[in-house]
């Protein structure tokens, strides 16, 4: 009698928001198992909340989401913890959090908001069902900057902090909902805007926006590097509907709910993830993992056959697997091979895969590539989310992780040997798999990058007594046996 109670009560709020087209529906981040309605009654023209229901009043509709929990349970996706490791007492939800807002409440807390006329607006429009105003795909609140920025999505210089900033926040989810838009794909799949949208706002706050780097904004950008990637010529006349789909959804996924630490940190601590995982690429593991959760959570591809969905959850974790970089020589050397003896083959249903892999591989670290005002941004993210941990490791007395030591290494060493290593020999066969301008740029940022930080670098401008045009020609046409290396030791 209860239960059937406050579902009338939600039924008569729903109708009255549609009637009045006022009023919105949250859903707070730090208590998932609440439900918020206001409502804005117009008076003398003024609008003004008439309804709140506070946190307190909210306790009976707790009952109501705890089937999202439950949900994930049964199907073996049981939602991950993100709390206090038993040994170090470290909470990942704080771990890159400033000293002055230690021990406080954050000042943001993100919050659900779903206008669900806008959505129904928007599944009639894409359903070919007439509509009598015209429907803005983004919020009204959108400014016009960022709507011209979208236009522009394509480009290579593309801002994505200033998008960020331009969105609120929301970069992720505006992003990645213009481009499966853009691309046909919300038609194609037939996916439910609501659904669409909550799953891509979860996805969104399932990111530590804490973490200096592996927060949402990274996984926007990774997103916008694989959308240049996929115009490719050769991917884009090859590339089906599906594998796109897939591509989009792995880069916004790829680092989900990452916990600002490495996979070592989590070794070495005894956490949790590394003990289910046995130690074997955890982070994607958990990335996948959690990605999935969310897609059934909110039963995006419910509208497909079982065996479909089942395949997209696999080739999707194939895709994030990929991303480990541990296993950076065995993608490479393989895809090395496979330009060697000219036998890719797009039409191959595999293959096609495995270029995704390697597009993915060179999303995720694409920085180094980008002009040096995008990718100086990112440096500094990335270094000071590994100094933090060194300062972690420090703290509690445990080894310290190579990179990690801000005493040993700088900015300028770290990008260094990182661009060395790992970037230079990647995107070195990207660029014979796809030789365009878009690769050619990419190499051309990425050797006017290694050198401005080989300036800054003090013992790199020090070290040879043979003049200062030295490291500036080694930065500049790097061998190929510094290529060689690279690849052993990526």
């Excluded at 669900?116 to 429009?125: A, G, I």
Aim: proline share 4%.
């Amino acid at each position: 009698m209860g239960i059937a109670l406050i579902w009338s009560i939600i039924t008569i709020l729903f109708r009255w928001i549609f009637s009045k087209r006022r009023g919105a529906i949250s859903y707070d981040s730090s208590d998932q198992t609440a439900l918020y309605i206001r409502m804005l009654a117009v008076t003398n023209k003024t609008i003004k909340p008439s309804f709140v229901f506070t946190p307190g009043a909210c306790v009976i509709f707790k009952q109501l989401f705890s089937r999202d929990v439950r949900v994930r349970s049964q199907v073996g996706f049981e939602p991950e913890r993100r709390g206090s490791h038993p040994y170090l007492g470290v909470d990942f939800r704080t771990l890159h959090s400033r000293a002055e807002s230690a021990g406080t409440i954050p000042a943001r807390r993100i919050r659900r908001l779903f206008s669900f006329q806008r959505h129904l607006l928007s599944s009639r429009l894409l359903r070919g069902a007439p509509h009598l105003n015209p429907l803005h795909i983004l919020d009204e609140d959108y400014c016009g900057q960022a709507k011209c920025m979208l236009e522009k999505v394509g480009s290579w210089n593309f801002d994505i902090f200033l998008f960020d900033r331009l969105t609120n926040g929301n970069s992720l989810v505006f992003l990645t909902f213009n481009l499966l838009n853009q691309y046909g794909l919300i038609e194609l799949f037939q996916l439910d805007m609501v659904k669409l949208r909550r799953f891509l706002v979860l996805v969104q706050e399932d990111y530590h926006n804490q973490n200096p780097y592996h927060n949402a904004v990274h996984a926007a950008d990774v997103t916008q590097a694989m959308h240049c990637y996929l115009r490719e010529p050769k991917l884009a006349q090859s590339l089906t509907s599906f594998d796109i789909l897939l591509g989009l959804l792995a880069a916004a996924t790829h680092d989900l709910d990452h916990p600002g630490v490495n996979q070592p940190f989590l070794i070495k601590t005894n956490h949790y993830l590394a003990a289910l995982y046995r130690n074997t690429s955890v982070l994607e593991n958990h990335h996948w993992r959690s990605a999935v959760g969310l897609l059934r959570e909110t039963e995006l591809f419910s509208n497909l056959p079982a065996e479909d969905s089942l395949s997209i959850e696999r080739q999707l974790g194939s895709l994030i697997l990929a991303t480990d970089i541990s296993r950076q020589n065995e993608y490479l050397s393989r895809f090395r091979t496979h330009l060697d003896e000219n036998d890719l083959c797009l039409g191959n249903a595999s293959h096609r895969h495995f270029v995704l892999q390697m597009a993915l591989k060179c999303a995720d670290i694409c920085n180094p590539c980008r002009p040096w005002e995008l990718s100086k941004q990112w440096s500094e993210k990335v270094t000071d989310e590994f100094f933090h941990q060194g300062d972690i490791e420090k703290k509690y007395k445990l080894e310290i992780s190579p990179l990690c030591d801000s005493e040993a290494n700088t900015i300028a060493s770290v990008q260094i040997g990182f661009m060395t290593y790992v970037v230079e020999p990647l995107f070195a066969e990207w660029a014979r798999f796809s030789d365009t301008r878009l690769s050619q740029t990419m190499l051309g940022h990425l050797g006017l990058n290694k050198a401005s930080w080989s300036a800054m670098e003090p013992e790199a401008s020090g070290s040879s007594e043979e003049g200062e045009s030295e490291p500036g020609r080694a930065t500049d046409e790097p061998s190929s046996r510094v290529l060689s290396q690279g690849s052993q030791e990526s």
